[in-house]
């Protein structure tokens, strides 16, 4: 009986913090910020409510550490297709499904190299970087439009060597696009003049995509090839949580297989430790048979770790899908 008046906490919470969060965005700006809205008068109260329906049953499905694995790629998944889907609208048919009305290039690394070239910061640059102090590296594994790609494109038999010179490729990439988006600005170059070679870089994100993550069964863009990635990997320890390994590992290995990220290789495992590009995406956890590995915030259990975790994170994810726009 207690288990069954227990079992709605977690999913009713989530969605009565989506509710008034996205009131609040109904309520007080002058200018309508829900796509409904923009559309039909009192639109926005519909989408809320499909939007906190749509909290509740994700939260209730991933509760269960044995389907938050598959749970997350399908909402990540949801997330990718509705950010795509509301850019090419807003190209193709009416820019009321652009956040500004202004057209701005879909691509991550855009987050860094825009407001340098622009020398000011934009609606998507400050909602990732709140992602970041409130759920530490998830952005990568559950908010990240093109993350959800390489994902799709890593689907298959994961090659557990790690990736070579996985840190000099991050970190030349991410002083790369600072350089060029500062150049830019100094040298007075138009958007139009800047496009180019942003196009360019995208194209070549997705052809890693496509000829090396899909071959190593490795997210190799997210790991490798984004700068906003590196980003993530060095700014995510503002936030409290950790994922640990615990001293009851078997080292069976048995997880290495599930980590898309090159966070757990067998050095990992036996310094009980993921490594730095780890996103904290929790499918190590579905895996782990010992229950070794386990989130980890402040003094809390590791199960009462993981419902925080997973409650900011999804919350993160509904803003993110109902707020996400260009």
């Not at 007075?188 to 003049?193: A, E, K, P």
Request: aromatic letters at 12%; hydrophobic letters at 50%; proline letters at 5%.
């Amino acid at each position: 009986m207690k288990s069954s008046v227990t079992l709605p906490v977690f999913p009713v919470s989530a969605a009565l913090i989506v509710t008034g969060l996205f009131s609040v965005v109904q309520i007080v700006p002058d200018k309508p910020m829900l796509a409904a809205e923009r559309f039909i008068h009192g639109g926005g109260w519909i989408q809320i409510a499909v939007l906190s329906v749509y909290t509740f049953i994700i939260a209730r499905a991933m509760m269960d550490p044995a389907k938050s694995a598959t749970w997350r790629k399908r909402i990540w998944l949801i997330f990718c297709v509705v950010f795509f889907a509301q850019f090419l609208l807003g190209i193709l048919a009416d820019e009321r499904f652009l956040m500004t009305g202004k057209l701005h290039l879909p691509i991550p690394f855009m987050i860094v190299g825009g407001p340098v070239y622009r020398g000011e910061i934009g609606f998507m640059t400050i909602l990732f970087l709140s992602t970041i102090v409130l759920s530490g590296p998830a952005w990568c594994s559950h908010f990240c439009y093109f993350g959800a790609l390489d994902s799709l494109a890593s689907k298959g038999r994961t090659n557990r060597k790690p990736l070579k010179n996985k840190w000099i490729w991050k970190g030349s990439l991410l002083v790369l696009v600072i350089f060029f988006a500062l150049l830019f600005r100094l040298l007075g170059f138009s958007g139009l003049q800047t496009l180019i070679p942003a196009i360019v870089l995208g194209i070549i994100g997705i052809l890693v995509m496509v000829l090396i993550s899909r071959k190593k069964g490795k997210m190799v863009h997210c790991v490798a090839f984004c700068p906003i990635g590196t980003v993530v990997n060095f700014l995510k320890y503002v936030s409290p949580f950790r994922m640990k390994i615990e001293s009851s590992c078997t080292n069976c290995m048995r997880c290495l297989p599930s980590c898309k990220y090159d966070a757990l290789n067998r050095v990992d495992i036996m310094n009980r430790k993921p490594g730095q590009t780890c996103t904290l995406c929790g499918d190590c956890v579905t895996e782990c048979e010992v229950s070794a590995i386990r989130y980890n915030f402040f003094g809390f259990s590791a199960k009462n770790s993981r419902l925080i975790f997973l409650f900011i994170t999804i919350c993160l994810h509904v803003l993110c899908l109902g707020m996400g726009r260009l």
